[in-house]
C-alpha cells in the first residue's frame, strides 16, 4: 500500500516562501522507478495539477501560473519529494497533495492526506 506523508505547510504572507516534503513508502517497485507530482485544490475547486518530476530527477515540468517561483526536487535515496514555493500569492492557498504521476491525479490512494498551504496578509 503506497503511503505518501506531507509536511510544512502552513501560513505565509504574500510573497513569503515555504517548502513542502512528501515522504514516500510501500511502493511495490522502488521509488525512483516512478514520476511523481504535485497537486493542489483550492476551497471550493477541483483538483489542480502543479508540477512533475520524472523518476531520475533531470526532468520537470509546471503549471504556467507557478513557473519561476516552485522548484520541485526529490532525493530517491531518502524516499522524499519536495516543493520550494516562493514569492507565494493568495491565489496559491490550497491544499497540497503528493501524488504519484499520473495514477494520483484522478485515484486518491495514489496520493498523500494534502497539507494546508495559505498566503494572506
Known amino acids: 500500500e503506497v503511503q505518501l506523508v506531507e509536511s510544512g505547510g502552513g501560513m505565509v504572507q504574500p510573497g513569503g516562501s515555504l517548502r513542502l516534503s512528501c515522504v514516500a513508502s510501500?511502493?511495490?517497485?522502488?521509488?525512483?522507478?516512478?514520476?511523481m507530482s504535485w497537486v493542489r485544490q483550492a476551497p471550493g475547486k477541483g483538483l489542480e495539477w502543479v508540477s512533475t518530476i520524472d523518476t531520475g530527477g533531470g526532468s520537470t515540468a509546471y503549471r504556467d501560473s507557478v513557473k519561476g517561483r516552485f522548484t520541485i526536487s526529490r532525493d530517491n535515496a531518502k524516499n522524499t519529494l519536495s516543493l520550494q514555493m516562493n514569492s507565494l500569492k493568495p491565489e496559491d492557498t490550497a491544499v497540497y497533495y503528493c501524488?504519484?504521476?499520473?495514477?494520483?491525479?484522478?485515484?486518491?490512494?495514489?496520493r498523500g492526506q494534502g497539507t494546508q498551504v495559505t498566503v494572506s496578509s
Open positions: 510501500g511502493f511495490t517497485f522502488s521509488f525512483s522507478n516512478y514520476a
Open positions: 501524488a504519484v504521476y499520473p495514477r494520483g491525479l484522478l485515484d486518491s490512494t495514489y
